[in-house]
Structures are given as structure tokens and as C-alpha cells.
């Protein structure tokens, strides 16, 4: 099936979302103090890995040389906060989302049209992981999504631009059952923390350096955003939420593809449950 991170963007119709307005603001208001820090000093944190997660090399204060970011370095982050802001305003709209698909591991997926954007899918569940190791997983370490997720043949990140923006290249999996066959995607990738949440958006970019490839359908994602949300301090638990905006492009029927992508998320849920259960037994 597609591959099913960034591609996917997931809105709320249920009471402990509905604030999903504030949500918006407050992300928004984020995303303005970054580009304004990244606009003055442009300061790339460099990220360690560790098996228990993410350590900063942090210099000293007078160690600190301000670098600022080239033109098209902060063409990129604005391409993905706008591609966030856009996510967030489609999430806030909580009317017209129809019910498609209730499974038993408490995953829900809606489906709306949106004007501009077409049909696009959400999901809603509760995954048994923390904030941070979800963060860690879809975006520091998504390069290595392939080693769980069977959807994806390969992600590569072509650009790393600021802390916390990336450019991916991303190939889906040729595997049986998949309907729509495989794509690739060029995308721009953004993440934003705050408190107990972590926003991850983005959509399809164009590079003249990077063309369309030989053999592959590319696949446009439209503006997408991830909400991971710590369900409660003390349990480890996180609420997923995620919207599927894709335009797989090709010549295949509507009806083929509003079948395709609702199942491509829940492979993709499924996949990582199971990552994250394997995870935790070797922990």
C-alpha cells in the first residue's frame, strides 16, 4: 500500500478535539516564533542518537556563531509551515466528516471532500507509545521506516534545513494487494513541539534536481499534518491523529483509490503497533 506518514493528516470529530481551534492557534503562534528565530540566527542543532533517544550537542553560549540560512533554506521551512497552517484550518473544520471504517484496535477513519483538496481521510486512535518516541520514529529517524513498515521501499532525506525541517524522497513498496501500485514522492517535511504535543506537516515540493524517476508514477502530497498528542503523563500513551491528502495521479478510478488510502493507513497503524510492541519486549 502507499506508504502512509506524511502523506497522511488526520482530523477529530470526537468531544476531546474539539478544541481543535486552540490547537491551530497556539501552533501557529509556534511555528511564527521559529521562523522568526530561524530568520535571525539560522542555527542548525546537530541531534546525537542514543538507544533511549535524542541528546543535543549544546555549545557553549560564546561557542555559538549565528549562521544565517540561505534564500532557499527558508523557502523550504515557509513551504512547510504554510503546508501545516493549511492542515490544521482543514482540521478545524469538524463539519461534513463521514464515518468509513471503525476497527476493533479503537482506529477510526472519517472521509470528507474538501473544496480544492478532494476527498481526503482521517484517522483517529490511541497508540502505546510516548510523545517523544513517536517523534523519534516519523520524523528523526524516518529514513529507517522501511525496517518496519513494508508500504515503503526507501525514504531518503535529500536536504536537512533548520532543526527541525527536512526534503524527502520516498518510493512505496511494490507488495501484493497494494491497488494503486507504486509511487514516489518529493516532499517537504516540518515538525513543531510544544508542551505535550508534537505537529508533523508537509506537502509535495518541485526540484528541477530532482525530476520525476524512471518507472514511477510521482505522486503529490497535498498539505498534511501529524498530531501526537501524551495521552496521560503517567501511561506512556499517545493520541494519533492523521490526515490522508494525496493525489496519487495516474489514470486509476476514484472509486479504486477512496478504497486504497483508508487501507493504506490502517496497515500503516497496524505495522507500527507492531513495531512499537517489538520495541518494547527487547526493552
Known amino acids: 500500500m502507499l506508504p502512509a506518514v506524511v502523506k497522511l493528516c488526520c482530523g477529530i470529530s470526537y468531544p476531546h478535539l474539539r478544541s481543535l481551534a486552540g490547537l491551530q492557534r497556539t501552533a501557529v503562534v509556534v511555528i511564527g516564533q521559529e521562523l522568526t528565530h530561524l530568520q535571525r540566527w539560522g542555527q542548525v542543532q546537530h541531534q546525537k542518537r542514543t538507544h533511549t533517544g535524542l541528546k543535543y550537542n549544546e555549545p557553549k553560549p560564546?561557542?555559538?556563531?549565528?549562521?544565517?540560512?540561505?534564500?532557499?533554506?527558508?523557502?523550504?521551512?515557509q513551504q512547510g509551515q504554510?503546508?501545516?497552517?493549511?492542515?490544521?484550518?482543514?482540521?478545524?473544520?469538524?463539519?461534513?466528516?463521514?464515518?468509513?471504517?471503525?476497527?476493533?484496535?479503537?482506529?477510526?477513519?472519517?472521509?470528507?471532500?474538501?473544496?480544492?483538496?478532494?476527498?481526503?481521510?482521517?484517522?483517529?486512535?490511541?497508540?502505546?507509545?510516548?510523545?517523544?518516541?513517536?517523534?523519534?520514529?516519523?520524523?528523526?529517524?524516518?529514513?529507517?521506516?522501511?525496517?518496519?513498515?513494508?508500504s515503503v521501499e526507501h525514504i531518503k532525506v535529500l536536504k536537512h534545513v533548520g532543526p527541525e525541517t527536512i526534503v524527502t524522497h520516498e518510493v512505496s513498496a511494490s507488495t501484493g494487494g497494494n491497488l494503486i501500485g507504486q509511487r514516489d514522492f518529493l516532499s517537504v517535511r516540518h515538525s513543531c513541539k510544544q508542551k505535550s504535543s508534537v505537529y508533523l506537516g508537509g506537502a509535495a515540493i518541485q526540484l528541477e534536481s530532482f525530476p520525476p524517476q524512471a518507472g514511477f508514477v510521482r505522486a503529490e502530497d497535498g498539505p498534511t499534518c501529524i498530531i501526537i498528542q501524551a495521552l496521560d503523563e503517567n501511561t506512556g500513551k499517545s493520541r494519533f491523529t492523521w490526515l490522508l491528502n494525496v493525489d496519487v495521479k495516474g489514470w486509476l478510478p476514484k472509486s479504486i483509490v477512496n478504497q486504497a488510502l483508508p487501507r493504506a493507513q490502517l496497515d500503516f497503524t497496524r505495522h507500527l503497533r507492531r513495531h512499537l510492541t517489538a520495541n518494547a519486549t527487547l526493552g
Not at 472521509?111 to 517523534?135: H, I, N, Q
Request: hydrophobic share 40%.
Open 82 to 150: 504554510e503546508a501545516m497552517r493549511k492542515a490544521l484550518c482543514m482540521l478545524e473544520d469538524t463539519q461534513g466528516w463521514k464515518v468509513e471504517v471503525t476497527e476493533s484496535e479503537g482506529d477510526v477513519i472519517c472521509s470528507k471532500v474538501v473544496p480544492g483538496a478532494g476527498k481526503v481521510f482521517r484517522l483517529e486512535t490511541v497508540l502505546e507509545a510516548s510523545v517523544d518516541e513517536l517523534y523519534d520514529l516519523l520524523f528523526v529517524r524516518v529514513e529507517e521506516m522501511h525496517q518496519w513498515n513494508p
Open 62 to 77: 560564546e561557542a555559538i556563531t549565528p549562521v544565517p540560512l540561505k534564500e532557499d533554506q527558508l523557502c523550504y521551512i
